[in-house]
């Protein structure tokens, strides 16, 4: 355990659902990040935070929407998505500043699949 | 067994054997390196780090080595066993910022 969880595991839905995924860390850590990661490419960072304020927006589209109500929780909400947004989405979080490393400390993940 | 920067995304090697994971990066300005391990079904899980003061950190059964003349980081895992196999990325940072750049990763297979 890396003391990141994220909730679904796995996720099917259509391209009318609304869903939302749940990642929590319970490292201390005041950044935290969504990756998205599909087949044979590398991991695609989509949003970064840092003391709950959204830093990076990595040309996200809309249909992805993050919420931050705190350092130690991350939603992604999802709409109207397309089957070609079906990839393993991980949550990720690091300590920032300070001269720390900033190692960033992986979640299991959520399967979603896009009918 | 070695692997190839990018080009040889998959590495096939004895159980007890030497397994080294290259990777080549292009930022001149990233000063810290992670090594990760992506087991199917699960997320990256850190194996190894490095600072760019340094050119090789040794931890258990792995060794990473830092070449910042030709922008390369290797991963070595001493008498590779079935349970190392997974996908290994690499991933970089600038001293400004919080990203990580991830490399596509390579897939490392023990034979038993």
């Known amino acids: 355990e890396t003391g990141v969880t994220q909730t679904p595991r796995h996720l099917v839905m259509g391209m009318t659902n609304k869903k939302s995924l749940k990642c929590e860390q319970h490292?201390?850590?005041?950044?935290m990040y969504w990756y998205k990661q599909s087949a044979k490419k590398p991991l695609e960072l989509m949003f970064v935070?840092?003391?709950?304020?959204?830093?990076e927006n990595n040309s996200v589209p809309s249909r992805f929407s993050p919420e931050c109500p705190n350092s130690s929780h991350l939603f992604l909400h999802l709409h109207t998505l397309q089957p070609e947004d079906s990839a393993l989405y991980l949550c990720?979080?690091?300590?920032?500043?300070?001269?720390?490393?900033?190692?960033?400390?992986f979640g299991p993940g959520t399967r979603l699949l896009v009918l | 067994g070695e692997s190839v920067g990018l080009h040889l995304p998959t590495l096939s090697v004895q159980e007890g054997d030497n397994s080294i994971i290259n990777c080549a990066y292009s930022?001149?300005?990233?000063?810290?390196f992670i090594w990760y391990k992506q087991e199917s079904g699960k997320g990256p899980q850190f194996i190894i780090d490095?600072?760019?003061?340094?050119d090789k950190r040794q931890g258990q059964r792995v060794t990473v080595l830092l070449n910042k003349t030709v922008k390369h980081l290797s991963l070595q895992i001493a008498a590779t066993q079935p349970g190392d196999s997974a996908v290994y990325f690499c991933?970089?940072?600038?001293?400004?910022?919080?990203?990580?750049?991830f490399g596509e990763g390579t897939q490392l297979t023990v034979n038993p």
């Open positions: 990720a979080s690091s300590q920032t500043g300070g001269g720390v490393k900033e190692t960033q400390y």
């Open positions: 490292l201390g850590h005041n950044a």
């Open positions: 935070y840092n003391f709950k304020e959204q830093t």
């Open positions: 930022n001149s300005a990233s000063d810290y």
């Open positions: 490095i600072r760019s003061n340094m």
């Open positions: 991933a970089e940072k600038e001293t400004s910022g919080s990203r990580l750049t």
